[in-house]
């Protein structure tokens, strides 16, 4: 194979040129934007999953193009590793370099990157690329592919794909598909196999019934979801909402993000019986929340925290149960709620650690148990199982019944990074299997109130935090006043911190009651504002709030 780098600039120039100055950087989801602008960005991320994936002497590279749970007109790329984790972050900064040259300047970028990284460029290469449902995600996909065939690499399309299953088909296939085949038969194979033989046709226990509204945000989770339906033997009634289908767009008035931050159900609701279990996914369903109205029709959600308790305190149940010794832990961020916190280490007694928001960090941490259990509060998570967990596991299971119950749930989990719809299903077996309806899962603790705001200020990189982000270290004299204002709150907390996907520095506050809440919110917004070079309107002082 001969391969010609000036082939790289000839294609940029002709089809994908940069035509947006900007400087743009890959974040925590990647590069996202809107997506007259990212044809560039494509082209150029198929050539860098190219390189990649020959640095990784040959291993497949996935390439994902989504922007999640952002609104229709916005498009993104993440580039996924061999192991189905986030790309590196030393090549998060050759991905950076890569986007932001001129395409005059892009051959030699090419060639330096091969050069530093001791590329052999002769070698083979394997992209695999999969998109949502946006309407100008097919043209993107293409940018993508052409990327990979300037460097003569091959490249597998996947079409319309959820995010968590090109994390899956990356892992299928390289590990020989030990893990599961690198096909969408497979992956639904997989976990149909594994639900149904949990389930093993027991579907209504004690007050678990098998009824449920899916919201599917309009995107590809809608779709997959309907996939699934067809294919299972009626082991759960699902009944799909915002299908994509018609005049709906994606993630409007709908969906997981929706859901969670306006603390209010989606878009197209059918009437219900109050209690009537429902869940929204996001735009490319890698997060999932829960959602019920009471009898007084108020609206409950239980979010990511709700779910990572549900799935710590089963699985640690199950494991005492085989009298088998496995390290079981639960990785939060600070956003969990402190009521969640407070249940699992001291009602269920499983260790809880915090890290850094962004699911990179989580995941990073829960690997350091023999079972990690790990959850975004915005309902972004899975489950991690250590390979000596999953031998010890499976050497139980040659006797124990409930060791042969945790084997198919390792089935059922998507362990590469959180998936909607398995951590839908693994929900749907806990309930069961607890005979559990929504009000005995919420009754498990309350949720102390809680708020978030968005403040803008000049620079938000002025705020510097250490301790998983709890603690602020910069403008010096912030974190003094902000612990004296929590101070005269009961169970107050709160902390900020610079966005890592947005131009804000976001302040979260939890007290007892709703009003201290939001007045802690306030005084801390006001806190940054005035110490951290605030732009814009001063905040308002909370209607609401007793003073
Ligand atoms: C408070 C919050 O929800 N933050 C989100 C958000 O990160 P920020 O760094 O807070 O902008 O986007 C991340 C990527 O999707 C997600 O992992 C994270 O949970
Ligand atoms: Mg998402």
Redesign the pocket.
């Known amino acids: 194979m001969s391969i010609n780098l000036r082939t790289v600039y000839a294609f940029a120039r002709e089809m994908y040129p940069k035509i947006n100055a900007e400087h743009i950087q890959y974040g ?2 990647g590069f996202r934007g809107k997506a007259e602008f990212l044809d560039s960005v494509m082209f150029r991320m198929g050539v860098l999953a190219t390189l990649r994936s020959r640095y990784r002497e040959g291993a497949v590279i996935g390439v994902m193009i989504t922007a ?1 749970h952002n609104p229709e007109p916005d498009n993104g790329v993440k580039l996924i590793d061999p192991k189905g984790e986030m790309l590196e972050p030393s090549w998060e900064t050759i991905a950076t370099d890569l986007v932001n040259v001129t395409d005059q300047d892009l051959e030699q970028m090419v060639a330096t990157i091969i050069k530093d990284n001791k590329i052999d460029i002769n070698s083979s290469s394997y992209v695999y690329v999969g998109m949502d449902n946006r309407y100008h995600s097919p043209r993107l996909l293409k940018a993508v592919a052409d990327g990979v065939i300037a460097l003569k690499g091959n490249v597998r399309e996947y079409g319309i794909v959820t995010t968590p299953m090109m994390h899956y088909f990356v892992v299928a296939a390289n590990t020989k598909e030990a893990y599961g085949k690198p096909t969408e038969e497979g992956y639904y194979e997989k976990l149909i196999t594994a639900f149904e033989k949990i389930r093993n046709g027991q579907l209504e226990t004690g007050n678990y019934r098998n009824n449920l509204i899916f919201d599917g945000a309009n995107g590809v989770g809608a779709r997959k979801m309907l996939q699934f339906i067809k294919r299972m033997s009626n082991s759960l009634n699902v009944n799909v909402i915002n299908q994509g289908i018609g005049s709906g767009k994606i993630n409007d008035e709908c969906g997981a993000d929706h859901v969670k931050v306006k603390q209010r159900p989606p878009i197209s609701m059918p009437d219900l019986e109050p209690y009537s279990r429902c869940v929204s996914v996001d735009g490319d369903a890698d997060r999932i929340v829960y959602f019920f109205n009471n009898d007084s029709g108020q609206f409950r959600l239980l979010d990511g925290d709700r779910i990572a308790t549900l799935i710590a305190g089963y699985l640690m149940e199950l494991i005492k149960s085989c009298n088998i010794n496995l390290r079981l832990g639960l990785v939060q ?1 600070a ?1 969990a709620n402190g009521a969640s916190t407070d249940y699992i280490v001291n009602k269920l007694k499983v260790p809880v650690s915090c890290v850094a ?3 990179k960090h989580l995941h990073h941490k829960a690997l350091e148990y023999d079972v990690g259990v790990y959850f ?3 309902g ?1 998570g899975t489950v991690v199982f250590s390979d000596h967990a999953k031998l010890i596991i499976k050497e139980s299971a040659q006797i124990n019944q409930n060791a042969k119950t945790l084997l198919l749930i390792i089935d059922l989990i998507n362990e590469t990074v959180g998936d909607a719809i398995s951590d839908m299903l693994l929900v749907e077996v806990i309930l069961s299997h607890k005979g559990w309806d929504v009000k005995d899962w919420i009754s498990t603790y309350e949720d102390l109130p809680n708020q ?1 705001l968005k403040i803008k200020v000049q620079d938000r990189n002025v705020i510097e935090t250490t301790d998983a982000e709890r603690v602020c270290v910069r403008p010096k004299g912030l974190q003094d006043e902000i612990n004296k204002v929590v101070s005269n709150y009961k169970c107050g907390r709160a902390f900020v911190r610079p ?4 131009d804000v520095v ?1 302040v979260y506050a939890e007290a007892s009651t709703e009003d201290d809440t939001l007045q802690l919110a306030y005084e801390i917004g006001l806190l940054v504002q005035r110490m951290a070079g605030g732009v814009g309107p001063e905040l308002t002082k909370p209607s609401n709030a007793h003073l």
């Open positions: 925590t989801a999640s961020t956003y928001t962004g699911v975004e509060a915005n972004h978030q966005s890592g996907t947005e976001r």
